[in-house]
């Protein structure tokens, strides 16, 4: 088989090279020349743009979308869109807001198929976690390419309609705010607590056989053996976000209770700002009702 990939970034380079180790044809394109030259090296055919990458695909053209979610998306279909028609497959695999691959998949011809990806830049090896969205005809004809992307047969499937990958994937991430934050509290609470404790030590303990046990703090345990105890220089800020606010968007707008997702959301917005308003007028108000002390700047 052969597919069309665009964006060859940390996860679109991963998704070539699966592809490529499975025995399939890549064709490759990335607005830098520097990532489709490294495509090309991996093996891929190297495309010098859209209309290039669609001519060398011939018919039926199969293409893996892996461009940073928003303007990128569209960008790549006002120019692709109109060299596809309804024989073709677009799969988006990027972090899109599930309503804007429903937008897209009207305005194109091509069969749109919208993959949430998990498992970061270690699927290189492991391969990843894919939900997908889209008609059924276009989700089998590119299992092969999903069977090679992800883990294997398992590691994909189809969620539903065109929408559900996305949305199911918003909803992982509103799920992966909300379990780093347990896990921030908790290591808070051990950093801080009665015992001096070796909080690489505890990651590991807990990740053998604990009911605890995962990713996030196998990622815990590279962090305190790579960063030391007291997460050494790591800052007080947490950037990101957008998915977590869709998801509890999405949460009032159904008017589902999604406290933990919110509280880890909130968290991450407080992270960036050095003086926090709120508590800096609390801490005045105390002044106000009781004459506590006021703490005030240096
Ligand atoms: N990094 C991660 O752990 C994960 C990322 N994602 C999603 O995957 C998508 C890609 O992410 P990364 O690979 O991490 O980003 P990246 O920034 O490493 O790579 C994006 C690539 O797209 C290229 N690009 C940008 N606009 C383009 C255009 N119009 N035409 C062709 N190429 C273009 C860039 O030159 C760059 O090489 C994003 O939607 C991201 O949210 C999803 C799951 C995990
Ligand atoms: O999808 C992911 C993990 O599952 C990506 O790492 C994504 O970039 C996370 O972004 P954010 O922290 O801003 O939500």
């Given at each position: 088989?052969?597919?069309?990939?665009?964006?060859?970034?940390?996860?679109?380079?991963?998704?070539?090279?699966?592809?490529?180790?499975?025995?399939?044809?890549?064709?490759?394109?990335?607005?830098?020349?520097?990532?489709?030259?490294?495509?090309?090296?991996?093996?891929?055919?190297?495309?010098?743009?859209?209309?290039?990458?669609?001519?060398?695909?011939?018919?039926?053209?199969?293409?893996?979308?892996?461009?940073?979610?928003?303007?990128?998306v569209d960008a790549t279909l006002d120019e692709l869109g109109p060299l596809l028609d309804d024989d073709d497959v677009v799969v988006d695999g990027g972090n899109s807001h599930f309503e804007e691959s429903v937008r897209r998949?009207?305005?194109?011809?091509?069969?749109?198929?919208?993959?949430?990806?998990?498992?970061?830049?270690?699927?290189?090896?492991?391969?990843?976690?894919?939900?997908?969205?889209?008609?059924?005809?276009?989700?089998?004809?590119?299992?092969?390419?999903?069977?090679?992307?992800?883990?294997?047969?398992?590691?994909?499937?189809?969620?539903?309609?065109?929408?559900?990958?996305?949305?199911?994937?918003?909803?992982?991430?509103?799920?992966?705010?909300?379990?780093?934050?347990?896990?921030?509290?908790?290591?808070?609470?051990?950093?801080?607590?009665?015992?001096?404790?070796?909080?690489?030590?505890?990651?590991?303990?807990?990740?053998?056989?604990?009911?605890?046990?995962?990713?996030?703090?196998?990622?815990?345990?590279?962090?305190?053996?790579?960063?030391?105890?007291?997460?050494?220089?790591?800052?007080?800020?947490?950037?990101?976000?957008?998915?977590?606010?869709?998801?509890?968007?999405?949460?009032?707008?159904?008017?589902?209770?999604?406290?933990?997702?919110?509280?880890?959301?909130?968290?991450?917005?407080?992270?960036?700002?050095?003086?926090?308003?709120?508590?800096?007028?609390?801490?005045?108000?105390?002044?106000?009702?009781?004459?506590?002390?006021?703490?005030?700047?240096?």
């Open positions: 088989m052969q597919i069309g990939v665009v964006g060859l970034g940390r996860m679109g380079q991963i998704v070539v090279n699966r592809v490529l180790d499975a025995g399939h044809d890549v064709v490759a394109f990335d607005l830098s020349e520097e990532a489709t030259a490294a495509a090309a090296g991996a093996g891929a055919t190297p495309a010098d743009g859209l209309e290039d990458l669609a001519d060398r695909l011939g018919e039926e053209k199969r293409i893996w979308l892996m461009v940073p979610a928003g303007d990128a998949a009207e305005t194109v011809e091509a069969a749109y198929l919208d993959c949430g990806t998990s498992g970061g830049p270690a699927g290189a090896e492991l391969g990843f976690s894919l939900m997908v969205g889209g008609p059924e005809w276009a989700y089998e004809a590119m299992t092969p390419v999903f069977d090679a992307v992800a883990t294997g047969p398992d590691g994909h499937d189809r969620m539903g309609p065109v929408g559900s990958g996305h949305y199911v994937k918003m909803v992982h991430n509103g799920v992966e705010y909300a379990l780093m934050q347990a896990y921030g509290e908790g290591f808070d609470l051990l950093a801080n607590g009665r015992y001096d404790l070796d909080l690489e030590s505890v990651a590991k303990t807990w990740n053998n056989g604990a009911v605890i046990r995962s990713w996030l703090l196998e990622l815990c345990e590279e962090a305190f053996r790579e960063e030391g105890t007291d997460l050494g220089t790591v800052a007080d800020h947490v950037s990101g976000g957008s998915t977590g606010t869709w998801t509890v968007q999405e949460a009032l707008e159904r008017e589902v209770p999604v406290p933990l997702i919110y509280q880890a959301l909130a968290e991450r917005f407080g992270s960036r700002d050095d003086a926090r308003f709120s508590r800096r007028l609390a801490n005045r108000l105390r002044y106000g009702f009781g004459r506590h002390e006021i703490v005030r700047e240096e």
